[in-house]
Nanobody
Framework: QVQLVESGGGLVQPGGSLRLSCAASGSIFSIFDMGWYRQAPGKRRELVAAITSGGSTNYADSVKGRFTISRDNAKNTVLLQMNSLKPEDTAVYFC??????????????WGQGTQVTVSS
């Protein structure tokens, strides 16, 4: 069984910082691409940042220069450092991990979501 557990969300003032963490556990043979998505009320889920197994990164234009995605392969973890947070960053953030698990098939898995609220 594969499980993704997210942590790090919360309430922060504009200009503040948060770090989100997503750890994969269970029967995992290989992890490929990893990413963070977010969804605000009434809006579509959008890609925030992604990182490949080779370390290449991609960011949404709205977060470039403020957010940094990284991974710790030894811990099967993907991180999202969020700085200079704005009210428009308020959303539920979901991690997504593409991996080969016990089924031996490459599948995508979603975390449970963590709420990030930016407000004064």
């Amino acid at each position: 069984q594969v499980q993704l557990v997210e942590s790090g969300g919360g309430l922060v003032q504009p200009g503040g910082s948060l770090r989100l963490s997503c750890a994969a556990s269970g029967s995992i043979f290989s992890i490929f691409d990893m990413g963070w998505y977010r969804q605000a009320p009434g809006k579509r889920r959008e890609l925030v940042a992604a990182i490949t197994s080779g370390g290449s990164t991609n960011y949404a234009d709205s977060v470039k220069g403020r957010f940094t995605i990284s991974r710790d392969n030894a811990k099967n973890t993907v991180l999202l450092q969020m700085n200079s947070l704005k009210p428009e960053d308020t959303a539920v953030y979901f991690c997504n991990v593409e991996l080969r698990g016990g089924s031996l098939r490459v599948l995508g898995y979603w975390g449970q979501g963590t709420q990030v609220t930016v407000s004064s």
